[in-house]
């Protein structure tokens, strides 16, 4: 199972083979940051600025 680590909490993720692919959106499970696959090889994940609330009001 691929590992990538969470660029804002550091901790240690396990994707699944689906997840770990390029531009795949993934939730960090230890603190909740929304994060994008931007990187295969390494396995490197970037967090995706995102507001589910008021964004997207037009
Ligand atoms: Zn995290």
Redesign the pocket.
């Known amino acids: 199972m691929p590992r990538a680590e969470?660029p804002?909490?550091?901790?240690s993720?396990r994707l699944t083979k689906d997840e770990a692919t390029y531009g795949s959106r993934v939730t960090?499970p230890?603190?909740?940051?929304s994060l994008e696959v931007v990187e295969e090889e390494p396995l490197t994940l970037e967090e995706v600025a995102e507001d589910w609330g008021s964004a997207k009001d037009y």
């Open positions: 969470c804002v909490c550091e901790a993720i960090c230890e603190c909740g940051a």
